[in-house]
T-cell receptor
Framework: QQQVKQSPQSLIVQKGGISIINCAYE??????FPWYQQFPGKGPALLIA?????SEKKEGRFTISFNKSAKQFSLHIMDSQPGDSATYFC??????????????FGGGTRVLVKP | DADVTQTPRNRITKTGKRIMLECSQT?????MYWYRQDPGLGLQLIYY???????NKGEISDGYSVSRQAQAKFSLSLESAIPNQTALYFC????????????FGPGTRLTVL
């Protein structure tokens, strides 16, 4: 049973375009939603994260949009660059104190940015 | 992240063999995790440890065991490896007090023939 569903599985975008990855979750106790970026041969690394008290968070070209009522959140990569080619994972966890930051991951999206 | 190291990086073994994957960290974090990565399934939590005396099962612990030898070391064992345990294995650490961020090692690619 996958509690965090991620789509699409893969994505090809032209340089300068917008990449959009969507995630949906089921557990209403989740209150921390990070995105991790993974390059080939490397471990995942935190890219950006959001808590449900805000609907959007932006860091450079990366934006998380969060819809609490729909239990959905998405990652937008603006002005996509070839260096953004990687696999992106959404994740969710409960409160740090209650859940001990155990992350539940989505299935991943492989993004390829063509020059 | 160079602060989290995993050995070996690649391992090929045969069905029925015992395998140990090791993780060390220099971040001073209390919390350590073992994940398994399979294509299309993301990362699934195998075991996690909040300190040396606190070890917990994750989503997919069957067929695996762990040992937390020290704050900095967390090992994953496959007592009798089987082919469907072929996967990428990642260790991660977190502070657990001030931050939710998990820091991952470079991974171990395990192939069970």
């Amino acid at each position: 049973q996958q509690q965090v569903k991620q789509s699409p599985q893969s994505l090809i975008v032209q340089k300068g375009g917008i990449s959009i990855i969507n995630c949906a979750y089921e557990n209403t106790a989740f209150d921390y939603f990070p995105w991790y970026q993974q390059f080939p041969g490397k471990g995942p690394a935190l890219l950006i994260a959001i808590r449900p008290d805000v609907s959007e968070k932006k860091e450079g070209r990366f934006t998380i949009s969060f819809n609490k009522s729909a239990k959905q959140f998405s990652l937008h990569i603006m002005d996509s660059q070839p260096g953004d080619s990687a696999t992106y994972f959404c994740a969710a966890s409960g409160s740090l104190r209650a859940a001990g930051n155990k992350l539940t991951f989505g299935g991943g999206t492989r993004v390829l940015v063509k020059p | 992240d160079a602060d989290v190291t995993q050995t070996p990086r690649n391992r090929i073994t045969k069905t029925g063999k015992r395998i140990m994957l090791e993780c060390s960290q220099t971040k001073g974090h209390d919390r350590m995790y073992w994940y398994r990565q399979d294509p299309g399934l993301g990362l699934q939590l195998i075991y996690y440890s909040f300190d040396v005396k606190d070890i917990n099962k994750g989503e997919i612990s069957d067929g695996y065991s762990v040992s937390r030898q020290a704050q900095a070391k967390f090992s994953l064992s496959l007592e009798s490896a089987i082919p469907n345990q072929t996967a990428l294995y990642f260790c991660a650490t977190s502070d657990g007090h001030r931050s939710d961020t998990q820091y991952f090692g470079p991974g171990t690619r395990l192939t069970v023939l």
